[in-house]
T-cell receptor
Framework: KAGVTQTPRYLIKTRGQQVTLSCSPI?????VSWYQQTPGQGLQFLFE???????NKGNFPGRFSGRQFSNSRSEMNVSTLELGDSALYLC??????????????FGPGTRLLVL | AQSVAQPEDQVNVAEGNPLTVKCTYS??????LFWYVQYPNRGLQFLLK??????LVKGSYGFEAEFNKSQTSFHLKKPSALVSDSALYFC?????????????FGKGTTLSVSS
């Protein structure tokens, strides 16, 4: 079974631009979560989508948004990029019911550099 | 609020020796605990989880972890370390009271295994 895929893998943007990252979950998985990883803050939860609905949201500004499509693929968007948005963005998918006992499986990440 | 602590930024061990990576947690309900490993420029790989039942959990690549409710700990262990185990290890927790699959991560511990 194919794992979680993320595109693009690397991205360079300038301040003020916006960016869209894509995530395809493991086949059959319906829950997709996004995390931001930085050296200073570590791994932080951004949001979770299940059945096209945002289920949970972390403590990030409104510039960070996401959505999920009917095939469970997800995108996240960051508008008005800031230097501090430079990070590895990780997508994770988990099973059928978005239950708290489920294991999340992570993709390879998209490394975003904001100049 | 949920939290996870990994008290050691780095653990150094010689190949063939046992290793322990420490993790303590704080949740209001019952904890669901996870260990992940991250190799350079890669996403997170799932190692093992504790949901309920036996306090000793066995996972991938010979790793195991021991859940200790009284000490609120979930330490990762391996009887004999390999050089290839050198990586960044993350402990993560969910609270049984929470909805959804968002994980709270520790800051990570770098494991260095010398030959």
């Amino acid at each position: 079974k194919a794992g979680v895929t993320q595109t693009p893998r690397y991205l360079i943007k300038t301040r003020g631009q916006q960016v869209t990252l894509s995530c395809s979950p493991i086949s059959g998985h319906r829950s997709v979560s996004w995390y931001q990883q930085t050296p200073g803050q570590g791994l932080q939860f951004l949001f979770e989508y299940f059945s096209e609905t945002q289920r949970n949201k972390g403590n990030f500004p409104g510039r960070f948004s996401g959505r999920q499509f009917s095939n469970s693929r997800s995108e996240m968007n960051v508008s008005t990029l800031e230097l501090g948005d430079s990070a590895l963005y990780l997508c994770a998918s988990s099973g059928l019911a978005s239950q708290s006992t489920e294991t999340q499986y992570f993709g390879p990440g998209t490394r975003l550099l904001v100049l | 609020a949920q939290s996870v602590a990994q008290p050691e930024d780095q653990v150094n061990v010689a190949e063939g020796n046992p290793l322990t990576v420490k993790c303590t947690y704080s949740v209001s309900g019952n904890p669901y605990l996870f260990w992940y490993v991250q190799y350079p420029n890669r996403g997170l790989q799932f190692l093992l989880k504790y949901i309920t039942g036996d306090n000793l959990v066995k996972g991938s690549y010979g790793f195991e972890a021991e859940f200790n409710k009284s000490q609120t700990s979930f330490h990762l262990k391996k009887p004999s370390a390999l050089v290839s185990d050198s990586a960044l290890y993350f402990c993560a927790v969910r609270d049984s009271h929470q909805a959804g699959t968002a994980l709270i991560f520790g800051k990570g511990t770098t494991l260095s295994v010398s030959s």
